[in-house]
Every structure is written in structure tokens, then in C-alpha cells.
Nanobody, 125 residues
Framework: QVQLVESGGGLVQAGGSLRLSCAASGSIFSINVMGWYRQAPGKQRELVASITSGGTTNYADSVKGRFTISRDNAKKTVYLEMNSLKPEDTAVYYC???????????????????WGQGTQVTVSS
């Protein structure tokens, strides 16, 4: 079984920075794609950024140049460095993993993968 645990959310003023972390647990030896999504009140969940095991990244246009996604494959952890935060970045941020190989089997191969519980990011103006 795979668990994703996020940390690092909180309250920050506009222009500030936060760093989110998401650690995967469960006898994992590889994860194909890890990413971050967010959902603001009344809006659909949207992709923020993703990164493959080889380091290829993809960003939403709204965060390009401000957010940086990275991962540590040995630690099965993905990070999201968020700079120049804006009030419109306020949302619950969810970690996502797709294509997980563990010693107990394959996980998170459904179209939407596996999800963490979410961490709140609030940016005040």
C-alpha cells in the first residue's frame, strides 16, 4: 500500500515563499511521475506542476517562473518551492503519484494515480 504525506503548508503574505514536501511510503522502489495539484474553494482541482523520475518537469502557466518542482528519488519525496506567492495561489495543495512500483506490487496506475490528504496554503494580500 502507498501513502503520500504532505507537509509545509501555511499562511504567508503576498510576495512570500513556502516549500511543500510530500513523502511516499510503502516499500517503494520507483515512482514514475510525482506532482502537485491544487483546489481552491468553488473551483476544480488543477495541475500545478509535475516531474518524472528522469526529471522532466511540467508547470501550469500561472506558476511558471515562480514555482519549482523537484524530487529526491532515493527519499521518494517531491518538493514544491513556491516564491512570489499571490492571493490567487490560495488553495489546498495535493500531492499526486502515478506509476508506483513496490516490492508488494504495482500501485497508482489508475488515470488519476494516488493522492495525499492535502495541505492548506493561504496567501494574504
Amino acid at each position: 500500500q502507498v501513502q503520500l504525506v504532505e507537509s509545509g503548508g501555511g499562511l504567508v503574505q503576498a510576495g512570500g515563499s513556502l516549500r511543500l514536501s510530500c513523502a511516499a511510503s510503502g516499500s517503494i522502489f520507483s515512482i514514475n511521475v510525482m506532482g502537485w495539484y491544487r483546489q481552491a474553494p468553488g473551483k476544480q482541482r488543477e495541475l500545478v506542476a509535475s516531474i518524472t523520475s528522469g526529471g522532466t518537469t511540467n508547470y501550469a502557466d500561472s506558476v511558471k517562473g515562480r514555482f519549482t518542482i523537484s524530487r529526491d528519488n532515493a527519499k521518494k519525496t517531491v518538493y514544491l518551492e513556491m516564491n512570489s506567492l499571490k492571493p490567487e495561489d490560495t488553495a489546498v495543495y495535493y500531492c499526486n503519484a502515478h506509476g508506483v512500483r513496490s516490492y508488494s506490487g504495482l500501485y497508482c496506475y489508475a488515470s488519476d494515480g494516488c493522492w495525499g490528504q492535502g495541505t492548506q496554503v493561504t496567501v494574504s494580500s
